[in-house]
């Protein structure tokens, strides 16, 4: 039998990018994978906890559980909000078999791919040269590339992937693993600081001769995404996961 997955789309895919999550789902479903959207799932609390109102974020945490834990796997084209999951809803739950057996098996979306399913690339034509934002949780919390503080040899599933598709060239970046500056309440709270990184990143990208940019977050997508309009650069942004569903 396929393995049963319960889709978790965060609250601004839904609200703002809904075409990210049916993507999403179309590359899930491509690879065989059976796919269940809980219409009854809520925001993971992340904001609230970003802004230190932790005790709000319990009841979101357990709801969270309860809707998601009989799936075989939970996916979601986020690694910020799967890091909120996996790594920092430890305080709600003491010795809870669900929470712990639920944390192991939540990925990101490209994480699933590749660890799960063994996926190893994409048979389609996307002929662009491809900036990579890595996002911070997913690369410092989940671990999905190698970053620059850790001596090693380099990763990253996100990257190969990219690089398997045929008419890809993966533009090289001078500071490839630097924050883009949203942080979710941090663009609110530090605007002119906020824009600044986000600024810094853009001019990498342009520097690098980016005509497509993609990150596994569209958070970090949607706030670059408003710089670049702004100033109207002709880079064009996509989630990585349209990139893929654009190779079908």
Do not use: W
Not at 23 to 46: N, R, W
Not at 83 to 100: I, R
Request: glycine residues 8%; proline residues 5%; charged residues 20%.
């Amino acid at each position: 039998m396929p393995p049963k997955v319960g889709l978790f789309i965060p609250c601004y895919v839904d609200q703002l990018f809904p075409q990210v999550g049916i993507a999403t789902l179309k590359i899930l479903e491509h690879f065989g994978v059976e796919v269940d959207y809980p219409e009854s799932q809520t925001c993971c609390g992340q904001p609230m906890a970003n802004t230190g109102c932790t005790n709000e974020v319990g009841p979101l945490a357990k709801r969270f559980v309860e809707i998601f834990k009989a799936y075989d796997a939970v996916v979601c084209p986020s690694g910020s909000c799967v890091s909120m999951v996996t790594h920092h809803y430890d305080e709600y739950f003491q010795n809870d078999a669900d929470y712990e057996n639920l944390k192991g098996k939540t990925y990101e979306f490209t994480d699933y791919l590749t660890t799960a399913l063994g996926v190893k690339q994409f048979a389609g034509r996307f002929p662009h040269k491809v900036g990579l934002h890595q996002s911070c949780h997913g690369l410092r919390e989940l671990r999905l590339a190698s970053s620059s503080e850790i001596v090693g040899e380099p990763f990253g599933n996100a990257r190969a992937l990219l690089e398997s598709i045929e008419g890809v060239e993966i533009t090289q970046l001078q500071r490839p693993d630097e924050c883009c500056g949203f942080g979710g309440t941090f663009s609110v709270a530090e605007e002119a600081v906020s824009c600044m990184m986000g600024e810094d990143r853009v001019h990498d990208h342009e520097q690098a001769g980016t005509e497509v940019l993609t990150a596994l977050d569209m958070s970090c997508l949607m706030h670059l995404n408003g710089i670049i309009r702004r100033q109207k650069k002709p880079i064009r942004v996509m989630h990585i996961s349209e990139i893929f569903a654009e190779c079908l």
